[in-house]
């Protein structure tokens, strides 16, 4: 029980530490009593994660003496929307918040990105903290200081970079997510190790069982290192002027999936798995991948119960959403490509006629 492993996020005066292990729901509020003036605080979460970890998070607030607001809001991706932010901000306005106070997210990316853009934009920004309990979260969404909400044209089209004062990651979470999350959160895990850290990913191949049995040791190492490698991205690279775009590997194709979808019906982490697969290939079809990592990211996926493939739809609706990408400039796409397991690299010199391919190959369930 208590803290397994801890990091730093590296980013001069909004430097802010990560707390990975067990049982700290039960340490939260005297874990930021040192970092926090204020005491007023909202807690936000979803009707799924209220009954199961707020009460426990609250009393531990309470007790470090915060005066604590909880705000209960509707489970998945249509909570990250101006509707919801609204109502967030009418609780918070309502309640008197000061620059001093803060909001917590309790819950996954959606609860996060929606909080943290929440935190940004009230009063011109109030102190946020991240405490995420999905896999998802835990090794990715909490950490870096991407915020926002969906538009019906694009994923996170609105939305701002704000940074957490803590992160604070309780494994034990993960013990009430429902399977199809578990391995939703796996898609982001295996993205670390394609684009940064082949270790990662032969562990991953390895360890693959006794990390989705929750195996303690192998989770909290398992997400340690991918906090590691995004707090290290991130610290160099914090508004994604250069290689932080290669944390989007997956998500140039991915997010269209998700909007073509309809927010909701495929799950981020799925979107993503079936967007590296096919940048895999495409990265092969480039001649810069060689067909056996291919091979061995499309096993790993598949051994993850992971989709490989996306619903079809038109491809020219595929490349209109795409083309709707953050990372498109001067109307151009770029997509992050992998010259083998551990390396990525950006490209804009992309073919579309390729691109078209791997969609007509893909876009098939
Ligand atoms: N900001 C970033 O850097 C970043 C990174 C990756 C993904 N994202 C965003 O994150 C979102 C996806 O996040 P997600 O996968 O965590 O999904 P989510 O937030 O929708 O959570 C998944 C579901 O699990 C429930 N849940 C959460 N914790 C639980 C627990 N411990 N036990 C039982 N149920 C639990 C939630 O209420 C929800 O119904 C997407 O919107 C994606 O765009 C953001
Ligand atoms: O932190 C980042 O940078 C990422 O790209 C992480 C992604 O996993 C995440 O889904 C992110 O929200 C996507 O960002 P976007 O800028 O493409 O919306
Ligand atoms: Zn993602």
């Known amino acids: 029980m208590g803290v397994l492993n801890s990091l730093q996020v590296d980013l001069g005066a909004r430097s802010y530490p990560i707390e990975i292990g067990q049982g700290l729901l039960d340490g939260l509020g005297d874990g930021l009593k040192p970092l926090l003036k204020g005491r007023q605080m909202a807690v936000l979460t979803t009707e ?17 003496g915060f005066d604590v607001t909880p705000i209960i809001l509707p489970d998945g991706e249509t909570s990250k929307s101006w509707q919801a932010l609204n109502q967030v901000f009418d609780v918070l306005i309502g309640a008197r918040f000061e620059r001093s106070s803060t909001v917590v997210a309790l819950g996954g990316g959606v609860i996060g990105d929606l909080s943290g853009f929440a935190a940004a934009s009230l009063l011109r920004g109030v102190n ?19 915020t926002g909400i969906n538009h019906p044209l694009g994923k996170n089209l609105i939305g701002a970079f704000y940074q957490p004062k803590k992160v604070t990651i309780d494994i034990d979470t993960l013990r009430t997510l429902p399977r199809r999350e578990l391995l939703a959160g796996l898609a982001e895990v295996i993205k670390y190790g394609i684009i940064w850290d082949a270790e990662l990913f032969a562990r991953l191949e390895r360890d693959l069982d006794a990390f989705l049995a929750l195996e303690p040791t192998v989770v909290a190492e398992v997400i340690h290192r991918c906090c590691a490698i995004k707090a290290e991205v991130v610290s160099a690279d914090e508004r ?23 927010y909701g019906e495929i799950l981020h982490g799925e979107a993503v798995a079936i967007g590296m697969v096919m940048a895999a290939d495409l990265s092969h079809w480039l001649k810069l991948c060689p067909g056996n990592d291919v091979a061995r990211i499309r096993e790993l996926v598949e051994r993850a119960g992971l989709p490989l493939h996306a619903p079809k739809h038109a491809v020219e609706a595929y490349m209109d959403a795409m083309s709707r990408d953050k990372k498109v400039e001067a109307g151009v796409m770029r997509f992050v490509l992998m010259r083998g397991i551990g390396s990525a690299m950006i490209s804009s010199d992309v073919d579309a006629a390729v691109t078209r391919q791997v969609i007509e190959a893909y876009a098939v369930a």
């Open 240 to 262: 994604e002027a250069g290689q932080r775009a290669l944390l989007n590997l997956g998500h140039t194709f991915g997010h269209a999936i998700e909007n073509l979808a309809g």
């Open 128 to 146: 946020f903290v991240q405490v995420p309990t999905t896999l998802l979260s835990q090794v990715d969404s909490s950490v870096g200081g991407k």
């Open 48 to 64: 799924t994660v209220a009954p199961l970890y707020l009460e426990r998070a609250q009393a531990s607030l309470t007790a470090a």
